[in-house]
């Protein structure tokens, strides 16, 4: 048997499926395999087993493993909002949800450094980050969906006293995480325009950006200086989300407007940008974030408004090249 027969001999039957050539010259076995689609602890796992399935044989002092993998275009969406507290979190937890239930391979970064909600949005608040070596791995959610989040880099009310280059380097380690197969990064960013959003703009490249906003004026204002900062970055503003829109009341049924009404679907008319839906202001929403199911994970009397919302933002990144 030549050299080359034995080395293709030597590799597991599981695995002859990715080899795309095997040589051997002067006790060197190079083998190329063929690891799409694979995440990154596979891919050591795939490089380990053919070092010592191959390494075994005793003609060969030394084996060289090249990995060839697709490029993947997986897609980053940011979900920024110009103020805090307008639902920014809630909308990010749910669209992932309601986008994986749509069949996509969806992943949830919290960079929210001041108030990381994801975990408890998620219902992971419990687990612990593994990593291996640099490389963070997400933690699986119940709803098909990954995520991370600054809350598990950071010890709470730490995060406070960060500065621009500290914030880069854990947006870094979140984005570089080991994310497999996901098609679709969601980002939830912290609420204005600071470091987070600079350092995102600047070193990734998101294919859109999701606004929300509460239909108040003050709440408005913020959001166009958000809908301002992704502009001049050139992220394509996939539309605006109106939230807390109508308040129905659970006890007499009546509907008021604590924040008012249909004010975020005129700005967005005014600043030329999509409207892609509003979710009212309702008691079972708070109740089922805080408990760590998102309404959109069940058939949930608001489940339709997120899914609404999610399609509109799944039909745009079908239809974008970025
Ligand atoms: N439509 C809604 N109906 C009822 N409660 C809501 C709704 N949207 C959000 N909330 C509640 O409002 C609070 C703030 O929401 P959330 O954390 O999503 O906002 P945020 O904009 O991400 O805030 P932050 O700036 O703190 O990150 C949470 O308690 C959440 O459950």
């Given at each position: 048997?030549?050299?080359?027969?034995?080395?293709k001999s030597?590799?597991?039957?599981?695995?002859?499926?990715?080899?795309?050539?095997?040589k051997?010259a002067?006790?060197?076995?190079?083998?190329?395999?063929?690891?799409?689609?694979l995440?990154?602890?596979?891919?050591?796992?795939l490089q380990?087993?053919?070092?010592q399935?191959?390494?075994?044989?005793?003609?060969?002092?030394?084996v060289r493993?090249?990995?060839?993998?697709?490029?993947?275009?997986r897609?980053i969406?940011?979900v920024?909002?110009g103020?805090?507290?307008?639902?920014?979190?809630t909308?990010?937890?749910?669209?992932?949800?309601a986008?994986?239930r749509?069949?996509?391979?969806?992943?949830?970064?919290?960079?929210?450094?001041?108030?990381?909600?994801?975990?408890?949005?998620?219902g992971?608040?419990?687990?612990?980050?593994?990593?291996?070596?640099?490389?963070?791995?997400?933690v699986?959610?119940?709803?098909?969906?990954?995520?991370?989040?600054?809350g598990?880099?950071?010890?709470?009310?730490?995060a406070?006293?960060?500065?621009?280059?500290m914030?880069?380097?854990?947006?870094?380690?979140?984005?570089?995480?080991?994310?497999?197969d996901?098609?679709?990064?969601?980002?939830d960013?912290?609420?204005g325009?600071?470091?987070?959003q600079l350092?995102?703009?600047?070193?990734f490249?998101?294919a859109?950006?999701v606004?929300?906003?509460?239909?108040?004026?003050?709440?408005l204002?913020?959001?166009?200086?958000?809908i301002d900062l992704?502009?001049?970055?050139?992220?394509?503003?996939?539309?605006?989300?109106?939230?807390?829109?109508?308040?129905?009341?659970p006890?007499?049924?009546a509907?008021?407007?604590?924040?008012?009404?249909?004010g975020t679907?005129?700005?967005?008319?005014?600043?030329?940008?999509?409207?892609?839906?509003?979710?009212?202001l309702?008691m079972?929403?708070?109740?089922?974030?805080?408990?760590?199911?998102?309404?959109?994970a069940?058939e949930?009397?608001h489940?339709?408004?997120?899914s609404?919302?999610a399609?509109?933002?799944?039909s745009?990144?079908a239809g974008?090249q970025?």
């Amino acid at each position: 048997m030549s050299s080359e027969k034995a080395i293709k001999s030597a590799i597991p039957a599981e695995l002859s499926g990715m080899i795309r050539s095997a040589k051997f010259a002067e006790g060197v076995a190079t083998i190329v395999a063929d690891a799409s689609g694979l995440g990154r602890s596979a891919m050591a796992q795939l490089q380990r087993e053919l070092e010592q399935a191959v390494g075994a044989l005793p003609e060969v002092n030394e084996v060289r493993v090249a990995l060839m993998a697709d490029k993947r275009e997986r897609k980053i969406v940011v979900v920024g909002s110009g103020k805090g507290g307008v639902g920014k979190s809630t909308l990010t937890a749910n669209l992932a949800v309601a986008l994986a239930r749509s069949g996509m391979k969806v992943g949830v970064v919290d960079a929210d450094i001041y108030g990381p909600s994801q975990p408890l949005l998620l219902g992971t608040a419990n687990e612990k980050v593994r990593a291996e070596g640099q490389t963070l791995i997400p933690v699986q959610t119940e709803f098909g969906v990954s995520m991370l989040s600054m809350g598990q880099l950071i010890e709470p009310g730490r995060a406070i006293a960060w500065r621009g280059p500290m914030v880069g380097k854990a947006l870094e380690q979140l984005m570089e995480a080991d994310w497999g197969d996901t098609d679709l990064l969601l980002v939830d960013l912290p609420p204005g325009t600071g470091d987070v959003q600079l350092s995102m703009l600047q070193n990734f490249k998101p294919a859109g950006a999701v606004v929300i906003s509460t239909p108040q004026d003050l709440a408005l204002i913020d959001a166009t200086r958000a809908i301002d900062l992704f502009k001049q970055a050139k992220v394509p503003i996939i539309g605006l989300v109106e939230n807390m829109a109508g308040y129905l009341c659970p006890e007499c049924g009546a509907v008021s407007a604590p924040f008012g009404q249909g004010g975020t679907e005129s700005a967005a008319q005014a600043l030329g940008v999509p409207f892609l839906g509003r979710v009212p202001l309702a008691m079972e929403i708070r109740v089922a974030s805080d408990t760590g199911q998102p309404p959109a994970a069940n058939e949930t009397q608001h489940g339709p408004h997120f899914s609404g919302i999610a399609a509109q933002v799944a039909s745009y990144l079908a239809g974008s090249q970025g």
